[in-house]
Antibody
Framework: QLQLQESGPGLVRPSETLSLTCTVSGGSISNTYFWGWIRQPPGKGLEWIGSISYSGNTYYYPSLKSRVTITVDTSKNQFSLKLRSVTAADTGIYYC???????????WGQGTTVSVSS | DIQMTQSPSTLSASVGDRVTITCRASQSISSWLAWYQQKPGKAPKLLIYKASILESGVPSRFSGSGSGTEFTLTISSLQPDDFATYHCQQYNSYSEGFTFGPGTKVDIK
């Protein structure tokens, strides 16, 4: 059964870069899926950050596009998120996830909490 | 951006009730809509995709309908395990991003 696990620092200083990695187990990241990141600010709804296809094509949410980079490392079966110039508004739970074309997000990581604070 | 709204924001219901949640998109998204259930401290779980297709393993008391800009999620007979927050998500266009609705919390009456 496919599992996703987020990893990375739980605390990031304002103006710095948030970096998270998602490790895929129980299946190959090279299959024909999309791999993405979704976040949830405290007490709020879900926000799509972006995704990357198995072939490396990236798709970012317009309001975050200037600060986001998502990459994939097929040799490690991992994909990663970098969010630059963070502020307190970037605090929240970050989920990595899998989506199939024409489908919803059918596999989620457990989520990792990131706080932006000095 | 495509904006998503949900109503109501909170719904109080009893076990056995029929429950309906509405999701509206700011422009047509055809049938590219998914519904998720989220419980406190947990990741969301996919219930329905393409507006009306039940994800494998999801109980048949859940159903979805709609197209264009208006969609509904119905729980035919609410069960104790169904008290949770429900989110809709559009996935119509990569360039617009795949936005979520603000969520509907279903709690015990």
């Amino acid at each position: 059964q496919l599992q996703l696990q987020e990893s990375g620092p739980g605390l990031v200083r304002p103006s710095e870069t948030l970096s998270l990695t998602c490790t895929v187990s129980g299946g190959s990241i090279s299959n024909t899926y999309f791999w993405g990141w979704i976040r949830q600010p405290p007490g709020k709804g879900l926000e799509w950050i972006g995704s990357i296809s198995y072939s490396g094509n990236t798709y970012y949410y317009p309001s975050l596009k200037s600060r986001v980079t998502i990459t994939v490392d097929t040799s490690k079966n991992q994909f990663s998120l970098k969010l630059r110039s963070v502020t307190a508004a970037d605090t929240g739970i970050y989920y990595c996830a899998r989506r199939q074309a024409g489908h919803g997000v059918d596999v989620w990581g457990q989520g990792t909490t990131v706080s932006v604070s000095s | 951006d495509i904006q998503m709204t949900q109503s109501p924001s909170t719904l109080s219901a009893s076990v056995g009730d029929r429950v309906t949640i509405t999701c509206r998109a700011s422009q047509s998204i055809s049938s590219w809509l998914a519904w998720y259930q989220q419980k406190p401290g947990k990741a969301p779980k996919l219930l329905i995709y393409k507006a009306s297709i039940l994800e494998s393993g999801v109980p048949s008391r859940f159903s979805g309908s709609g197209s264009g800009t208006e969609f509904t999620l119905t729980i035919s007979s609410l069960q104790p395990d169904d008290f949770a927050t429900y989110h809709c998500q559009q996935y119509n266009s990569y360039s617009e991003g795949f936005t979520f609705g603000p969520g509907t919390k279903v709690d015990i009456k």
